[in-house]
């Protein structure tokens, strides 16, 4: 069953994302991952705080997946340079 890891990004300082984007999206498929929404255009319907300047949305196969691409080696640079640059939420939820 996929599984699906939603980030809501709020990016405080860009310095980070011209290097992180096509690293990271090499990484994610490296882990059998697609980005299936990668976006700053969005409608907020209801929210009750500040709406992120971006949401993500990751398919994985498996949860193990989605987890080794999280605690993987490469991507811990590029998780360290998120963190620095911006406030981000990330869920991971089953498929159905």
């Given at each position: ?23 990271v ?9 697609k ?24 398919e ?21 340079a ?14 159905l």
């Open positions: 069953m996929s599984v699906y890891v939603v980030g809501r990004v709020m990016i405080i300082d860009p310095a980070w994302i011209e290097g992180y984007i096509p690293a999206e090499a990484i994610v498929e490296s882990h059998g991952g980005y299936l929404v990668r976006s700053p255009e969005m409608d907020v319907i209801e929210s009750n705080g500040d709406a992120p300047n971006v949401v993500v949305v990751i994985f196969p498996t949860k193990e997946a989605a987890q080794a691409f999280y605690t993987s080696a490469e991507y811990q640079p590029w998780l360290e998120r963190k620095a640059g911006a406030d981000s939420e990330l869920i991971l939820l089953d498929g």
